[in-house]
């Protein structure tokens, strides 16, 4: 499958962002879907992740209460709704997928990657 994210940009603090992956090539209700995130010199950082029926959803504490995570198999799309966003979310957002069976947050059980999109939250 492959992963094509969109919808970074800059924002103010306070304001919101809604990040998209459209996956090709195999349905997307194939795979548990999540979002990373890598901040300048960090290491990339768990943010959300949905399984493939939507039944199982993770966030990372930092995230919880201001993102959402949601799927649309039908259209082989999964979004970030992000809220409230403050300077620390600035990182480059990537998207993945993995097959279902193991843990929801841990990248390296994610083998399927897209390019990344930026998003800036100016304070």
């Known amino acids: 499958v492959q992963l094509q994210a969109s919808g970074g940009g800059l924002v103010q603090a306070g304001g919101s962002l809604r990040l998209s992956c459209a996956a090709s090539?195999?349905?997307?209700?194939?795979?548990?879907m999540a979002w990373f995130r890598q901040a300048t010199g960090k290491e990339r950082d768990f943010v959300a992740a949905v399984s493939t029926t939507g039944f199982y959803i993770k966030y990372a504490d930092s995230v919880k209460g201001r993102f959402t995570i949601s799927r649309d198999n039908a259209k082989n799309t999964v979004y970030l709704q992000m809220n409230s966003l403050k300077p620390e979310d600035t990182a480059v957002y990537y998207c993945?997928?993995?097959?279902?069976?193991?843990?929801?947050?841990?990248?390296?059980?994610?083998?399927?990657w897209g390019q990344g999109t930026l998003v800036t939250v100016s304070s």
């Open positions: 993945a997928a993995k097959s279902p069976g193991n843990a929801l947050d841990y990248a390296p059980n994610y083998g399927h």
């Open positions: 090539g195999r349905a997307l209700s194939r795979y548990d």
